[in-house]
């Protein structure tokens, strides 16, 4: 693969990292590219596969931090299912406005959500802000991990595209 059209697909791969704090699937963007590449012989298949194992992985890491901190802060199950569904109503309130609108939106979004179902199950305002604080940590704690995974492949795949 020439070095300019490696340049491109590592560009390509930068620009799915926008996608991740919107909730959508970036890193799995960056893995099907990887895949691709493996397709047309420019990686390996071991290496797309430990890519794809990386991503399976964060993912679950993903979950795990949500449930950590929803449970540490006091959260429901349900509060973390108000918190999933807050973050994407919040995405599609926040189109008019390009890229950041989303995103702003989609945090605040996880916020109320899992503050709405907390306050529903309790009828206490403190706690309800406690849950919806805990699981907004929890989401920005899960995009920062996904992100930096993100940018750990997209640096591997660059350096397996030179060598």
Not at 35 to 56: D, E, K, R
Not at 72 to 78: L, P, V
Not at 93 to 118: D, Y
Request: aromatic content about 10%; some cysteine.
């Amino acid at each position: 693969m020439s070095v300019l059209l490696s340049i491109v697909v590592v560009l390509v791969m930068l620009a799915c990292l926008v996608l991740i704090p919107l909730g959508l699937p970036g890193l799995w963007l960056i893995v099907a590219i990887t895949m691709g590449l493996a397709l047309f012989g420019s990686l390996s298949w071991t290496f797309a596969l430990v890519v794809a194992g990386v991503a399976l992985i964060t993912e679950v890491g993903e979950f795990a931090v949500l449930k950590k901190f929803g449970d540490a802060y006091g959260g429901s199950r349900k509060a973390f299912w108000g918190a999933v569904l807050g973050g994407m109503v919040g995405l599609f309130v926040g189109v008019p406005v390009p890229i950041i609108g989303p995103m702003i939106t989609a945090f605040l979004g996880t916020f109320i959500g899992a503050g709405l179902v907390t306050y529903v199950e309790t009828l206490s305002l403190k706690t309800s802000a406690k849950v919806g604080w805990g699981m907004l940590f929890a989401r920005t704690a899960a995009v920062a991990l996904k992100i930096a995974v993100s940018v750990a492949v997209i640096a591997a795949v660059g350096v397996g595209l030179l060598l």
